[in-house]
Nanobody, 127 residues
Framework: QVQLRESGGGSVQAGGSLRLSCVGSGYAVSTVCVGWFRQAAGKEREGIATSYPVSGATYVADSVKGRFTISHDDAGNTVYLQMVNLKPEDTAMYYC????????????????????WGQGTQVTVSS
């Protein structure tokens, strides 16, 4: 079955950087888009970046563009989220998820299109 495991979260000061990793298994890389989402306490889950590893296509939401970058390894099984110039408002649980057949298009950040989710990794940014 599909399994996703996030890592790389932690506590940093404002202006710091983190790189999150999402290691996936149990699916064919050519059939999925992989997205990163975050959910802050008391808020809805927000889509922030997506990747179609087999083509190298990536998309980053305007809310984090210029600070966050999504990438993947050559095999496409590990997707990264590089975050720089972190702000306190970036504090949230960060999740990766797969969207089989890239429903809604490869740029879709509609969480309802995503089929499988990891457990999440916490990012805390202090001022």
């Amino acid at each position: 079955q599909v399994q996703l495991r996030e890592s790389g979260g932690g506590s940093v000061q404002a202006g710091g950087s983190l790189r999150l990793s999402c290691v996936g298994s149990g699916y064919a890389v050519s059939t999925v888009c992989v997205g990163w989402f975050r959910q802050a306490a008391g808020k809805e889950r927000e889509g922030i970046a997506t990747s179609y590893p087999v083509s190298g296509a990536t998309y980053v939401a305007d809310s984090v563009k210029g600070r966050f970058t999504i990438s993947h390894d050559d095999a496409g099984n590990t997707v990264y989220l590089q975050m720089v110039n972190l702000k306190p408002e970036d504090t949230a649980m960060y999740y990766c998820a797969t969207n089989k057949f890239c429903k809604g298009g490869w740029q879709s950040l509609n969480k309802d299109a995503y089929d499988h989710w990891g457990q999440g990794t916490q990012v805390t940014v202090s001022s």
